[in-house]
């Protein structure tokens, strides 16, 4: 018996001590969501920690000195891009004085490069337009085939890091990529009977949410991308919603629910809370359990409402 002690203790160092040596790679994440997927394919051989709350607007996240440390430590640094962070992060780059983690660095991913890419204007971008963003919608990742994607580019680049993990981490992408094959199919098969309900949402956090789910978003609870709601827009929007019998309105957590109650009471809609980002709510603790709350979210509403899926004409 001591014997064998002995010997699960020897193999559990030798398994240790690679890793040791070595010691985890730093990751830091501008957003929760790449967190999550980040933990999920970097295991036990990274730390990960995330800087902007999903229950923070991305776009306008208040500095603070602990994500100066938390940079200044950090051995890679995985971002949305897009210009989602471009309003807090690059200052925080810059005072971290950490040459590792500087735009077009060893240990910086812009994990936009891959991933499937929506609403890029066409023409001249004004001011007058809003906050729109002129490399296309930066909300991608509530898509799963985003999310794979997302996971392989932090996959090979936690792997080009340390190139003697690289087995590791494609093994856990795979297994990754094979539990997110699987709640995709079982998400698609959820909403299959509501194909093409027409929804509003707050902000254009949804459009690829909405592409992959066949959800038709309709408008805006912002009268522009980053600007608040006015009573004229409002109004038209309440027209629109009552023209087309439009009864969900889906609103990021951190946004006033005064204008999207007001709707709700005059179109008889439901106003669903609904977290665009892990950590948005607190049941939602992983990738996947954003889709499963969001889902679930939508579809009670949908029943509740007796909402007509338009798409099945
Ligand atoms: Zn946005």
Not at 274 to 287: I, L, N, Q
């Amino acid at each position: 018996m001591k014997r064998m002690m002995w010997f699960v203790c020897a193999l559990a160092l030798a398994a240790a001590a690679p890793a040791r040596a070595q010691g985890k790679l730093n990751v830091v994440a501008t957003t929760e969501d790449l967190a999550s997927i980040a933990r999920e394919v970097g295991g036990d051989h990274i730390s990960i920690e995330a800087i902007a709350r999903g229950y923070q607007d991305p776009h306008f996240v208040e500095a603070k000195p602990s994500f100066i440390l938390k940079l200044q430590k950090a051995d890679l640094l995985i971002v949305v891009g897009l210009e989602l962070e471009i309003g807090w992060l690059p200052p925080l780059i810059t005072q971290s004085r950490n040459g590792k983690i500087q735009q077009g660095g060893d240990g910086y991913l812009d994990a936009s490069r891959e991933v499937e890419k929506l609403e890029i204007p066409t023409g001249q971008i004004t001011r007058a337009m809003g906050d729109v963003h002129p490399l296309g919608n930066p909300h991608y990742w509530l898509d799963p085939e985003n999310g794979k994607r997302l996971a392989k580019e932090i996959a090979d680049k936690l792997s080009a890091l340390r190139p003697n993990d690289r087995p590791f981490f494609q093994q856990q992408l795979a297994t990754f990529t094979a539990r997110l094959d699987e709640g995709e199919k079982r998400w698609l098969a959820m909403m299959a009977p509501y194909k093409g309900t027409k929804v509003v949402t707050y902000h254009r956090s949804f459009p690829n949410f909405a592409k992959r789910f066949n959800l038709d978003i309709v408008g805006y609870v912002e009268p522009r991308p980053g600007i608040p709601p006015t009573p004229q827009h409002t109004l038209d929007l309440i027209n629109e919603m009552k023209r087309q019998n439009i009864k969900i309105v889906m609103v990021e957590p951190y946004f006033d629910l005064k204008t999207p109650n007001a709707i709700g009471r005059e179109t008889g809609a439901e106003v669903l809370v609904m977290p665009p980002s892990v950590g948005g709510v607190k049941e939602v603790t992983d990738y996947f359990k954003l889709f499963d709350y969001d889902i679930n979210l939508l579809i009670n509403a949908i029943k509740k409402v007796g909402a007509q899926p338009t798409g099945a004409r």
